[in-house]
């Protein structure tokens, strides 16, 4: 599949599903671009600092896939930002991003915005499991990551947002402790 440009597919989709309120956004303006290529386990991310407001989209994971992938995770990340910057509300997948993914996927059907995709991941060599304190669910991670908590029992006991409770513990995973 081709790199489509992404210029294009976000003002479509800004006038489309956000009457155009994320073009028009300043300090910061809100970039949009692919990836350097070392984005290899999440299709989209949407990131706000100091004077930083950008989407990001995963070229190694979203090229080889059909169009709809793209807008999909574009439309996704999309509506973080206008959760974020337009609504000024901190949340991830709560109940702000909820309605507008629902009104969204209602007004039309070329693709469906979900909470997380489903594309084929590159394999890759685990060095860390990390492990839910209230669920016991586990998964593998290259690296130790800080501040990370178990996202199904975050939106299933509080609303979605991060909660220490379900912070991860990381463990060596035993295939990177031998060796």
């Excluded at 997948?93 to 629902?102: I, L, V």
């Amino acid at each position: 599949m081709p790199l489509h440009p992404l210029p294009p597919l976000f003002h479509r989709l800004d006038r489309e599903h956000f009457d155009g309120q994320l073009a028009g956004l300043q300090r910061p303006e809100l970039r949009i671009r692919w990836s350097d290529g070392r984005m290899t386990r999440t299709a989209g991310l949407y990131r706000r600092g100091p004077g930083l407001s950008e989407i990001v989209l995963s070229r190694p994971l979203l090229v080889p896939l059909p169009l709809e992938a793209t807008l999909s995770t574009l439309c996704h990340e999309m509506i973080h930002a206008w959760v974020d910057r337009v609504l000024r509300v901190r949340e991830a997948h709560g109940p702000n991003f909820r309605a507008h993914m629902q009104r969204i996927n209602s007004a039309q059907q070329q693709f469906e915005v979900s909470l997380r995709h489903r594309y084929p991941l590159p394999a890759v060599v685990a060095g860390w499991i990390a492990v839910c304190p209230s669920c016991g669910r586990t998964a593998s991670y290259r690296r130790r990551r800080q501040g990370l908590a178990c996202r199904p029992c975050c939106e299933a006991h509080n609303g979605g947002r991060w909660d220490q409770r379900f912070a991860l513990s990381f463990e060596r995973a035993p295939e990177a402790s031998s060796g």
